[in-house]
């Protein structure tokens, strides 16, 4: 049965609890900030503590730790008693808006609740610039909570299935509403005003832009007071009383140069001419100052509170300046993080801060991974010297421990004043106006302007590189003389590196670069795993170096979206060595959810982990696309189909004329095509599910045909076969008829229409086996193109001349949860129909495929399934061998019960893994969300594998 929730009032009791100033409650996962103690706590954890504590937040909620990931903060709650004031309220939040660190804010009253969001649009923006205090849901006592309401929701925030809900997730997150993209478009629009403007030198035009946002933030924290603006301009108090003066500017920027060093704030000659001379800086300073945000109602520097913009997100917008934004595309900071966070565990900073070396970033930009490299190595220096706070002496040694590199000398100036400014993110603001010369210069020891490839044959990084992190760019030129030299080199060793990829190479020489026991964590094009060109580099660097994690985020869509363009990448996280025979390494597929396109952060599931051993990953193409879908028993049904003849063996066999229809060429590439032009021309469209629909057809007009093909390419009998996931087909046998390049056509002899029409009927009674087949094969699908597929995918149909694929029961069953299910999935997301709530009749399905995978090992004492319970967005799932039966009365005698037994077993509160295996006397527990994803049949079929491993440990 289904258990009914709990009351609604019972539901928010944690929340009415604080406003009520009955304490906070016993949740888990709810911590106090008063009296927390950091003895022995995760530096994430203890660095959150301390942000809440500034905000004067009561508790902070975290989310639960998965596969040995710190747990994340998923909500501030604040007592309205400690603010009573809307207005004051108001400002809070903007400010905890501009930092973003959290997705949710809860203000607790006695008789109401009120919730926040500062992952989505501005709430608290008024018409007239000033804050008003506008919560997106309030929950009044007594009031019901709506089943779709899961805000409110302790158990969903713990274990994270709040984020499985779509419609909580189009609520409460919006990458493209939030602070961090809204001000870099803001930023991005702003600079092309003053560019169609033309108001001063495009140089200078930029570097002003550029000091604007850092003396804001230096402004906002109360580093620069009235008082140093009134020293460069009598009566100023605010930065922008400066700007418009020319003079009264440089006399700024000198003081600045003067006090903080670094050449951050050093003009040059040209650049001071101007400035003093120029007559259009007072309406550059206008135009800079009143400029709206996209909606023309705020002032751009009035939306955001820069002192609490994280120091990350302005190097970021940094990276909007870096003029070869084609190739150094913005990285997510969450993206970045969770690559430091693979790379330099504390253990392994340990080990650097032991010996004298550093993390590098080859192609640094605006150097967005050492500013988190540095955040990381000072959080790191905190923890071991039990959280006192570093001075200006400890922080500067700790600058030289990152480096760059960049092709770019703006990028490298980028980097600077970006590192800079997260040495003044470690301060406080009387330390930072007590000191004298804080800024040492970067560019030339630390960062290196130079092409990546000269620099390390240069040496110019004298130090021991303990880590290399970053982005390199991706394209397939060579743009330098070093980058075509190492490409050589290369060359010569292995062969023909794969589609001259520029981020392959940057690769194969941050490698060699590596100290022993170093580390690489290095964004890839997902070629590396996909493409079959990279099979042999891959192999290569898979046989040379310790290859300990590959990330796969082929199936979030958009994360380094540039116009058009939606590159997919992996992450490579390699040391430097070689591998054990016996090593394996862990390929985690991430998926497209409600946290990864609002750039929150990244979940991974325990059906995502896939461990394999080196050796596989080594010498399998099939090994990557098999765990996109599902895994181990993909991988085994492609390999066992590839035994067989193909489709494209047949046709040869048969001398049919195979392969694609015409290509329209451009003007200048036109081939003889009389047996095209004017002929008839099946429209791609018009083969779909339905066959061929031949009452549209059309002419093929009068304009150049690339590869025309010939004339028995389009002489009936064929059977035509779309490029398309779903195999569309059909057979014809009236007139000559054309079509295009998207279609495969096997035109055979008028004797062989009986051959032809067998293999039409067996594509339609093996559609799911050969769609499954197709979706784990294609180069294209998922990687280049969301549903086409290329003509050698349809070729490689496996076609015994019997028919027979001689599928087992289970095999079907992966077949057709992955066209059923993971096709979608990897698609959609969050939004795909399998992540809707689990129906019943799938848990029945599950029911059954589970419990016979056992029985037939089992069988003497069969296990049957017993009635299912529910509650905050996880289903439970009881089993037990023979006869036996679980007297649960009540939603909360259930959750004392397995709470009990995951303390026993595991250790931990209840909801502390989304996934759990429970066994207890002849009972079988699973506990998982309650989404259609975990309770497929494949997936069943992956649980009785678990289950069966367990048992036989246990001795069973």
Request: glycine share 6%; with cysteine.
């Amino acid at each position: 049965m289904t258990l009914k929730a709990a009351s609604d009032r019972e539901a928010a009791d944690w929340l009415f609890s604080i406003g009520e100033q009955r304490g906070l409650p016993m949740v888990d996962g709810l911590v106090a900030v008063d009296g927390y103690d950091h003895s022995g706590r995760p530096p994430e954890e203890v660095a959150i503590m301390e942000k809440a504590r500034s905000y004067s937040a009561r508790a902070v909620f975290f989310e639960a730790e998965r596969h040995g990931r710190a747990a994340v903060a998923q909500a501030f709650i604040f007592d309205a008693g400690d603010e009573p004031d809307d207005a004051r309220f108001a400002e809070l939040h903007k400010r905890l808006w501009s930092w973003g660190g959290v997705p949710l804010v809860y203000r607790a009253a006695p008789a109401s609740i009120q919730l926040f969001r500062c992952a989505h649009e501005p709430d608290f923006a008024g018409p007239d610039g000033v804050p008003v205090c506008r919560p997106i849901r309030t929950l009044v006592m007594g009031a019901k909570i709506a089943e779709r309401d899961v805000w409110w929701d302790a158990a969903r925030i713990r274990n994270g299935t709040i984020w499985d809900d779509p419609d909580a997730c189009t609520l409460m997150l919006s990458a493209q509403k939030a602070a961090h993209r809204t001000l870099m478009e803001e930023v991005r629009a702003l600079a092309k005003q003053l560019s169609d403007r033309r108001l001063l030198s495009p140089g200078l035009r930029r570097r002003l832009l550029i000091l604007s946002l850092l003396i804001a933030y230096l402004e906002e924290r109360s580093v620069l007071l009235p008082a140093d603006f009134a020293n460069a301009r009598t009566g100023a108090t605010r930065f922008f009383e400066v700007l418009g003066d020319g003079k009264a500017l440089i006399a700024l920027l000198e003081a600045l140069e003067e006090r903080f060093n670094g050449h951050v704030f050093k003009l040059t000659e040209e650049e001071r001419a101007a400035l003093a001379n120029g007559t259009e800086l007072a309406n550059y300073a206008r135009l800079v100052e009143g400029y709206e945000d996209s909606t023309g109602q705020l002032s751009l520097w009035r939306l955001y509170s820069f002192r609490d913009l994280p120091v990350e997100l302005i190097s970021n917008i940094y990276q909007l300046f870096v003029k070869d934004a084609a190739s150094s595309i913005y990285t997510p900071p969450a993206l970045v993080r969770l690559m430091l966070e693979e790379a330099l565990s504390w253990e392994r900073l340990d080990r650097l801060m032991a010996g004298d070396g550093v993390i590098l970033d080859p192609a640094c930009g605006s150097g967005v991974f050492l500013v988190e490299a540095y955040r990381r190595l000072v959080l790191h220096w905190r923890w071991r010297n039990d959280w006192s706070r570093p001075g200006v002496d400890e922080l500067r040694p700790l600058l030289q421990r990152v480096h760059g590199i960049d092709l770019e000398e703006g990028a490298v100036e980028l980097a600077a004043f970006s590192l800079c400014l997260s040495l003044c993110d470690a301060l406080q603001p009387e330390e930072i106006r007590s000191s004298v010369k804080l800024f040492p210069p970067l560019a030339g020891t630390t960062l290196h302007h130079s092409c990546f490839f000269d620099a390390k044959s240069a040496g110019l990084v004298q130090a021991p590189v303990a880590a290399i992190v970053g982005n390199p760019p991706f394209e397939s030129s060579l743009p330098t003389v070093g980058a075509k030299r190492s490409y050589a080199s290369y060359t010569k060793t292995h062969g023909a590196l794969a589609d001259k990829q520029l981020a392959y190479l940057f690769l194969h020489e941050a490698m060699a670069m590596l100290a022993p026991d170093g580390v690489l964590a290095m964004v890839e094009p997902s070629g590396f795993l996909y493409n079959q060109n990279a099979l042999t580099f891959r192999k290569a660097f898979f046989g040379r170096w310790k290859v300990r994690e590959i990330l796969d985020f082929v199936s979030v869509r958009g994360l380094f979206k540039k116009g058009e363009a939606d590159p997919k990448i992996v992450v490579v996280i390699a040391e430097a060595g070689k591998s054990a025979p016996d090593s394996r390494l862990l390929h985690a597929v991430f998926r497209r959810n409600g946290r990864a396109t609002a750039e929150q952060g990244f979940d991974i599931d325990y059906y995502d982990l896939y461990w394999l051993r080196n050796s596989d990953a080594e010498q399998s193409s099939d090994v990557w696309r098999a765990n996109l879908l599902g895994g181990s028993r993909v991988r085994d049904l492609v390999e066992r189909l590839r035994a067989y003849p193909t489709l494209k063996d047949y046709a040869a066999k048969q001398n049919w004329d195979f392969g694609e229809g015409f290509i329209a060429g451009l003007s200048g590439e036109s081939a003889p095509a009389d047996h095209v032009v004017g002929k008839p021309l099946l429209p791609t469209s018009a083969l779909s599910e339905d066959g061929l629909d031949v009452q549209f057809l059309e002419t093929v007009p009068d304009r150049p045909i690339k590869r025309p093909k010939t004339d028995r390419r389009f002489t009936p009998p064929f059977l035509l076969i779309k490029e398309n996931e779903d195999l569309h087909h059909g057979v014809w046998t009236g007139h000559y008829l054309t079509y295009k390049h998207r279609i495969v056509g096997f035109a055979a002899k008028p004797g062989d229409l009986p051959k032809l029409t067998a293999i039409e009927k067996w594509l339609r009674r093996e559609s799911t086996a050969l769609r499954a087949y197709v979706a784990a094969v294609s180069a294209s699908l998922f990687v280049q193109r969301a549903t086409a597929i290329l003509g050698a995918d349809i070729f490689a149909l496996p076609y015994p001349e019997d028919e027979d694929l001689d599928l087992s029961e289970n095999e079907r069953i992966v077949a057709e949860d992955i066209v059923k299910h993971q096709r979608d999935f990897i698609r959609l997301g969050t939004t795909a129909p399998v992540m809707r709530i689990a129906p019943p009749d799938a848990l029945a399905a599950f029911d059954q495929v589970f419990t016979r995978q056992l029985n037939a090992v089992y069988s003497r004492n069969p296990l049957r399934a017993l009635d299912r319970q529910q509650w905050s967005g996880a289903i439970c799932r009881a089993y037990v061998f023979g006869e036996g039966k679980v007297d649960w009365s009540s939603a909360d005698e259930l959750r004392s019960r397995l709470d009990t037994l995951l303390h026993d077993r595991r250790g931990s509160g209840l909801t502390v893994t989304r996934i759990t295996r429970l066994y207890d006397k002849g009972f079988v527990f699973l506990l998982k969300p309650d989404r259609h994803r975990f309770w497929t049949r494949s997936i069943a079929l992956r649980d009785a594998d678990d289950v069966l491993a367990d048992l036989r440990e246990q001795g069973f």
